[in-house]
Nanobody, 120 residues
Framework: QVQLVESGGGLVQAGGSLRLSCAAS????????MGWYRQAAGKQREMVAR???????NYADSVKGRFTISRDNAKTTVYLQMNSLKPEDTAVYYC??????????????WGQGTQVTVSS
């Protein structure tokens, strides 16, 4: 079993900052790509940012220059630093990891989601 525990969501005024964290634990051989997705009310879930095991990153155009994704040295915790937040960033944010087995098979896991609300 793999568990993802997210933290750091909340209510913030426009222009403010929040930092999300997601810690992975359990029976994990290794972790490949880690990422953050979000789903606003009435909309589809979308990718926000991803980071590979080699620390390559990519971002949604809407957050480039404002959000930064990173992972710890053990590569089991992923962070999302969100600056210059806008009301349109309001959504439930989900952590996602691809956990790799010893045979190299990848398994997708999702966190429970954390609410981010940006007031204008």
């Amino acid at each position: 079993q793999v568990q993802l525990v997210e933290s750091g969501g909340g209510l913030v005024q426009a222009g403010g900052s929040l930092r999300l964290s997601c810690a992975a634990s359990g029976r994990i051989f290794s972790i490949g790509t880690m990422g953050w997705y979000r789903q606003a009310a009435g909309k589809q879930r979308e990718m926000v940012a991803r980071i590979t095991s080699g620390d390559s990153t990519n971002y949604a155009d809407s957050v480039k220059g404002r959000f930064t994704i990173s992972r710890d040295n053990a590569k089991t915790t992923v962070y999302l630093q969100m600056n210059s937040l806008k009301p349109e960033d309001t959504a439930v944010y989900y952590c996602n990891i691809v956990a790799l087995s010893a045979q190299g098979v990848g398994y997708n896991y999702w966190g429970q989601g954390t609410q981010v609300t940006v007031s204008s």
